[in-house]
């Protein structure tokens, strides 16, 4: 591990903002370090967190040093920056406007900032410095009588201001001695009155967020830290399409100095099943209904494979490209796209069949139209028979390693299960008995990458590697969780890859970069859900506490964790870090199910 990493610990000093049509990343400093648009996956027009000097910047600074505090408005995704200076202390508040408006969801490609002195007379700097095309174009500015235009990218970037246009240009102080606003807009500018619709749309979009809390049906225990997951959760899901990307970041380092540095501005199919129970287990059907949709129109009627993952817009020709950025912390490379769309992964098929059960077994669903029901069960079971006796590239995505993968096996058996469920309910013995044949061959393939003598299960068929993902036959109950050989399985894999605080690593054998050096997070929550499933809850509790100390200020979670001193790494926040702890938390509380009063 590079020296630094093991006496400074790295944590990401930024929050996020988003309205399902954008997210931004605000550093404690007031600077917009990261955001795309139009959409998640398009160039940056503030990237300053993969290169300081071509990504531009938007941020609102005093002279002088400066102290910081960061927060987000209650159960909202609204974001205050606290900054006091040698002059006065300001707030600036931040968000993405979203509300209901004629029966739908305005969300506007716009991004707000509220300004607001606090004490003294503070003095501040605008500096507003957008980019095209990664950081390769300047965009050239024209001054308004009250905006500024910036002409150069796919559409006209606007900043509305009643700020001084001309202190903006030449990046001079300006007296905050009452509230300011700044509104950027792309494509459509604001028409509007700017200090009246800033605080219509604030008020709106903080009703929005605070309602849509109300209406889970999140618990007490553990419910600070939920609602937070509940909420980065949704704001990752390009509601156009409903698709839920991993991560609205591209190229943050696994570790540093790993040259693990991926784009992970796309839609796994292998998170599946699980983005959707974590929806369900907040008892929101909205965003379930979007993702369903998006696996539909990837799916109905698709010869041939399906993609590990696919853009936003389920578009499959994600080519990888390396970009001449210098990169966060100087980690190269810096990619965009993601060749992992061309690797082999067969989960996928049984986690297609995992998302469509509710459709047919949750009476709060409803399909209107059944008919062609049997077809596409059909065309998914041929499709793990079709790669029952093929190696793939796995959970974890190895570049040039394939084998028969136990956890891909996992899902070809939980799918199958989901496919007889689905069958009886459109009255098809045909398929059930075709599902049911599948799952004993699937059984077989996952038996056979069982250890007698260690007595549990590996990675894979003849490869004797511990992997976190065997956690899920425990989780997903291919073992009883009362056996003797669950508990064996638990016990060993525990004693493999089990790190400090509740930190669990993926698997410790070497990959197509060499050795793995941080956990990776989900893993942990796994973990505590296997913990809960064979009765040790007690342990359970203990060690996902341990793990809610891996956020960063503001209750965000990372895709990797360095054991040695808790450090944060990996693309950020992390969708899927946030889908584990909902699950794991969902799962503690359903096993414990105390009164509220106690």
């Given at each position: 591990m590079n020296k630094a990493n093991e006496t400074k610990k790295h944590i990401y000093n930024f929050g996020i903002i988003g309205n399902c049509n954008y997210i931004a990343h605000i550093e404690d400093t007031t600077n917009i370090c990261w955001l795309c648009l139009p959409r998640f996956d398009s160039s940056f027009i503030f990237g300053g967190l993969v290169d300081k000097n071509k990504g531009g910047s938007f941020s609102i600074l005093p002279e002088g040093k400066f102290e910081s505090k960061q927060y987000y408005i209650e159960n909202t995704n609204i974001l205050c920056t606290e900054i006091s200076g040698e002059e006065g202390s300001y707030r600036v508040t931040d968000f993405a406007p979203r509300f209901s408006q004629f029966d739908r969801y305005f969300k506007p490609l716009m991004l707000i900032r509220k300004i607001e002195p606090l004490s003294?007379?503070?003095?501040?700097?605008?500096?507003?410095?957008p980019v095209a095309e990664y950081g390769e174009k300047k965009l050239k500015v024209y001054p308004g009588s009250h905006h500024l235009d910036f002409l150069g990218a796919d559409s006209l970037l606007r900043l509305t201001s009643n700020f001084s246009i001309n202190h903006i240009i030449d990046s001079s102080l300006s007296v905050l001695n009452e509230t300011k606003y700044?509104?950027?807009?792309?494509?459509?500018?604001?028409?509007?009155?700017?200090?009246?619709?800033?605080?219509?749309?604030?008020?709106?979009?903080?009703?929005?967020?605070?309602?849509?809390?109300?209406?889970?049906?999140?618990?007490?225990?553990?419910?600070?830290?939920?609602?937070?997951?509940?909420?980065?959760?949704?704001?990752?899901?390009?509601?156009?399409?409903?698709?839920?990307?991993?991560?609205?970041?591209?190229?943050?380092?696994?570790?540093?100095?790993?040259?693990?540095?991926?784009?992970?501005?796309?839609?796994?199919?292998?998170?599946?099943?699980?983005?959707?129970?974590?929806?369900?287990?907040?008892?929101?059907?909205?965003?379930?209904?979007?993702?369903?949709?998006?696996?539909?129109?990837?799916?109905?009627?698709?010869?041939?494979?399906?993609?590990?993952?696919?853009g936003i817009t389920g578009n499959k020709d994600l080519p990888e490209k390396i970009l001449p950025l210098n990169g966060y912390l100087n980690n190269k490379p810096v990619r965009i796209g993601n060749q992992a769309s061309e690797h082999i992964q067969n989960d996928i098929y049984g986690q297609v069949l995992l998302s469509l059960l509710p459709l047919y077994t949750d009476a709060r669903f409803s399909v209107d139209e059944k008919s062609d029901s049997a077809t596409w069960i059909s065309s998914l079971l041929s499709k793990i028979e079709m790669v029952l006796d093929e190696p793939d590239a796995g959970l974890w995505e190895f570049r040039n390693q394939r084998n028969y993968h136990c956890y891909t096996y996992l899902f070809h058996w939980a799918g199958c299960h989901s496919a007889i469920k689905i069958a009886h309910n459109i009255h098809d013995k045909k398929l059930e008995k075709w599902a049911k044949n599948l799952i004993k061959k699937a059984s077989a393939k996952i038996e056979a990458c069982y250890d007698k003598e260690t007595k549990m299960y590996y990675e894979a068929i003849n490869a004797k590697n511990a992997d976190a993902s065997t956690l899920q036959l425990i989780v997903m109950r291919y073992l009883n969780p009362n056996s003797i050989k669950a508990k064996n399985h638990l016990k060993n894999i525990e004693k493999k890859l089990q790190a400090p605080n509740g930190l669990f690593y993926r698997y410790l054998h070497a990959d197509d970069f060499g050795l793995p050096e941080t956990t990776f997070l989900i893993t942990a929550f796994w973990h505590v859900e296997a913990l809960v499933t064979v009765g040790r809850t007690k342990e359970a509790i203990t060690k996902f506490e341990n793990l809610l100390q891996y956020s960063n200020h503001l209750g965000l979670f990372s895709e990797d964790v360095d054991s040695a001193n808790g450090g944060q790494w990996g693309n950020f926040p992390q969708a899927y870090s946030h889908v584990g702890l909902m699950n794991a938390a969902y799962k503690i509380a359903k096993k414990i199910d105390n009164p509220n009063f106690l």
């Amino acid at each position: 591990m590079n020296k630094a990493n093991e006496t400074k610990k790295h944590i990401y000093n930024f929050g996020i903002i988003g309205n399902c049509n954008y997210i931004a990343h605000i550093e404690d400093t007031t600077n917009i370090c990261w955001l795309c648009l139009p959409r998640f996956d398009s160039s940056f027009i503030f990237g300053g967190l993969v290169d300081k000097n071509k990504g531009g910047s938007f941020s609102i600074l005093p002279e002088g040093k400066f102290e910081s505090k960061q927060y987000y408005i209650e159960n909202t995704n609204i974001l205050c920056t606290e900054i006091s200076g040698e002059e006065g202390s300001y707030r600036v508040t931040d968000f993405a406007p979203r509300f209901s408006q004629f029966d739908r969801y305005f969300k506007p490609l716009m991004l707000i900032r509220k300004i607001e002195p606090l004490s003294g007379n503070p003095r501040v700097k605008i500096t507003c410095k957008p980019v095209a095309e990664y950081g390769e174009k300047k965009l050239k500015v024209y001054p308004g009588s009250h905006h500024l235009d910036f002409l150069g990218a796919d559409s006209l970037l606007r900043l509305t201001s009643n700020f001084s246009i001309n202190h903006i240009i030449d990046s001079s102080l300006s007296v905050l001695n009452e509230t300011k606003y700044l509104v950027l807009t792309y494509g459509s500018p604001l028409e509007a009155p700017l200090e009246s619709t800033v605080e219509a749309f604030f008020y709106k979009t903080k009703k929005y967020w605070q309602h849509w809390v109300k209406t889970t049906s999140i618990g007490n225990m553990y419910q600070k830290e939920v609602i937070r997951s509940a909420l980065v959760l949704k704001i990752h899901q390009y509601e156009d399409t409903g698709a839920i990307i991993a991560a609205s970041t591209t190229s943050l380092p696994e570790f540093d100095e790993s040259g693990r540095n991926w784009d992970y501005r796309y839609c796994w199919l292998r998170d599946a099943y699980y983005i959707l129970l974590a929806f369900n287990n907040i008892g929101h059907f909205e965003e379930m209904e979007r993702y369903f949709n998006f696996i539909a129109n990837i799916s109905v009627g698709k010869e041939g494979r399906y993609q590990p993952l696919y853009g936003i817009t389920g578009n499959k020709d994600l080519p990888e490209k390396i970009l001449p950025l210098n990169g966060y912390l100087n980690n190269k490379p810096v990619r965009i796209g993601n060749q992992a769309s061309e690797h082999i992964q067969n989960d996928i098929y049984g986690q297609v069949l995992l998302s469509l059960l509710p459709l047919y077994t949750d009476a709060r669903f409803s399909v209107d139209e059944k008919s062609d029901s049997a077809t596409w069960i059909s065309s998914l079971l041929s499709k793990i028979e079709m790669v029952l006796d093929e190696p793939d590239a796995g959970l974890w995505e190895f570049r040039n390693q394939r084998n028969y993968h136990c956890y891909t096996y996992l899902f070809h058996w939980a799918g199958c299960h989901s496919a007889i469920k689905i069958a009886h309910n459109i009255h098809d013995k045909k398929l059930e008995k075709w599902a049911k044949n599948l799952i004993k061959k699937a059984s077989a393939k996952i038996e056979a990458c069982y250890d007698k003598e260690t007595k549990m299960y590996y990675e894979a068929i003849n490869a004797k590697n511990a992997d976190a993902s065997t956690l899920q036959l425990i989780v997903m109950r291919y073992l009883n969780p009362n056996s003797i050989k669950a508990k064996n399985h638990l016990k060993n894999i525990e004693k493999k890859l089990q790190a400090p605080n509740g930190l669990f690593y993926r698997y410790l054998h070497a990959d197509d970069f060499g050795l793995p050096e941080t956990t990776f997070l989900i893993t942990a929550f796994w973990h505590v859900e296997a913990l809960v499933t064979v009765g040790r809850t007690k342990e359970a509790i203990t060690k996902f506490e341990n793990l809610l100390q891996y956020s960063n200020h503001l209750g965000l979670f990372s895709e990797d964790v360095d054991s040695a001193n808790g450090g944060q790494w990996g693309n950020f926040p992390q969708a899927y870090s946030h889908v584990g702890l909902m699950n794991a938390a969902y799962k503690i509380a359903k096993k414990i199910d105390n009164p509220n009063f106690l």
